[in-house]
């Protein structure tokens, strides 16, 4: 059973994330029938690099020995259990792990990053609720933030492509200029650029904080806004305008979490601790859904209180604190320690840096930029005005399809071609996906 047999059975059921289904005419969906470290191997045995780590899940490569052998162990003891009443080792030792680690003192589980968002937008606006601010019902965001896709994430997020169909049914946040670095004058520092930009939040929380519950950010990289990057400075600024306006932080960790900048968590780099902290993806190194909200003990005693006050936080999703979910986390978590990852990513951004050092010189690249474990390279049809490609020509859709001709998985976000790798990859890798990724842009700028 080869490729085309999966791939016309794949579209005779499936309706894909994402996509526009009509692509797949002549460029059909790839059936993967297994994985091993940085590497995915189709029905044919030819194998891809997953530069992306498979949507920025996968931190130590697939079918690690490590993880699998904690999940068979766990699937033999206790698979699910509901979290109401109930409670599991797995999700104990989670919650105290990750509320240390974060120094947040509540775990809050839900099962996917877009419903973490729901949960700290929910637990905001519920925490003023109960503290006597019923008038505080807004939220500030940043332009071109993504927070996933689900109605209330997907109105705080700023991508038109996935947003301005469903304008009519969405909440209206307060929308504030992104600190985004790509956007700086020339000669300008990005602590600079990035600490100017906050003038525009200041005024947004000085107009609007009486009606404003929290203010959401994705810390350090806008990630699907095209892996624009910023400051810590801007960070540190939020962090005490939100205290002087009496609004919350909800730092977005979801795809920036678990060492993807250089730290376990982005905040760490501004010496910042949010209000609350969303975590999925990485969360289980790739292998289940899970997610969390972390808070803190101000915000979870404005809810304890006696049942008929109803001030109870009401929210539940099945699958919360999955325990076969909750154990892959917690292998993922020793591996950070086992490993000494942070430090092992530092020598991996360097090759990363390296390797694509050559490519800001090409005519089409605008910038190479990086904050640890994630490089993007931006194309433009016009270097010096920065003029960029129509969306429509679809260039790196170019890209995309050369990488997979040569062996790699690399995704662009329309015209940014980027490398968000699994922890585990090998500097010979990284150099084969910068060739690969050069001669993809040869070809994707050709014309
Ligand atoms: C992916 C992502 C989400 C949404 O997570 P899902 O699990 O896809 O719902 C939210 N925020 C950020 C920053 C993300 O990158």
Not at 192 to 215: I, K, P, Q, Y
Request: net charge negative; glycine share 8%; hydrophobic share 45%.
């Amino acid at each position: 059973m080869n490729n085309p047999h999966w791939s016309a059975r794949d579209l005779a059921v499936l309706w894909h994330p994402c996509t526009q289904m009509k692509d797949h005419e002549d460029f059909p969906p790839i059936p993967i029938r297994r994985g091993q470290g940085a590497w995915l191997e189709d029905f044919e045995g030819r194998r891809y690099l997953d530069a992306i780590s498979s949507w920025w899940v996968n931190l130590f490569g697939h079918g690690h020995p490590y993880i699998n052998a904690a999940l068979k162990d766990q699937l033999d003891t206790l698979e699910h259990v509901l979290l109401a009443g109930f409670s599991h080792e797995p999700a104990i030792l989670l919650a105290e792990r990750l509320t240390w680690l974060a120094g947040l003192d509540r775990c809050f589980y839900a099962d996917n990053g877009s419903s973490a968002v729901e949960v700290a937008l929910k637990m905001s606006f519920h925490y003023w609720r109960n503290s006597g601010k019923p008038g505080k019902t807004r939220f500030i965001a940043l332009s071109n933030s993504y927070h996933g896709e689900t109605l209330g994430a997907l109105a705080v997020g700023d991508v038109g492509l996935y947003k301005d169909t469903y304008a009519p049914l969405l909440l209206t946040p307060y929308t504030v200029q992104s600190p985004d670095c790509y956007l700086r004058e020339p000669g300008q520092s990005w602590a600079g650029h990035s600490a100017r930009s906050f003038a525009a939040m200041e005024a947004a929380l000085a107009a609007h904080a009486d009606e404003v519950c929290a203010v959401i950010v994705e810390p350090l990289v806008q990630c699907a806004g095209g892996m624009r990057m910023y400051d810590p400075i801007y960070l540190r600024l939020l962090r005490d305008a939100c205290d002087r306006h009496g609004v919350h932080l909800i730092a977005d960790e979801i795809a920036v979490g678990f060492g993807r900048t250089g730290t376990l968590f982005a905040c760490e780099q501004a010496a910042i601790r949010p209000d609350f902290m969303c975590l999925s993806k990485g969360l289980t190194g790739g292998y289940l859904p899970l997610s969390c909200v972390l808070t803190t003990d101000a915000v979870y005693a404005a809810f304890y209180d006696e049942y008929e006050k109803l001030r109870a936080f009401l929210h539940s999703h099945s699958y919360t604190g999955n325990a076969l979910a909750c154990r892959a986390a917690l292998a993922t978590l020793d591996l950070f320690e086992r490993e000494n990852t942070l430090a092992h990513n530092r020598i991996l951004a360097r090759h990363l840096a390296e390797a694509t050092a050559g490519l800001a010189d090409h005519p089409q690249v605008a910038e190479v930029r990086q904050t640890g474990m994630i490089l993007a390279i931006e194309l433009v049809r016009d270097k010096a005005s920065r003029t960029p490609y129509a969306w429509q020509e679809r260039r790196g859709l170019r890209v995309y399809r050369h990488a997979l001709e040569r062996g790699a998985l690399l995704r662009p976000l329309g015209n940014v071609i980027y490398f968000m790798p699994p922890y585990v990859i090998a500097p010979e890798e990284i150099r084969f996906l910068a060739e690969v990724a050069a001669e993809g842009i040869a070809i994707a700028t050709q014309d």
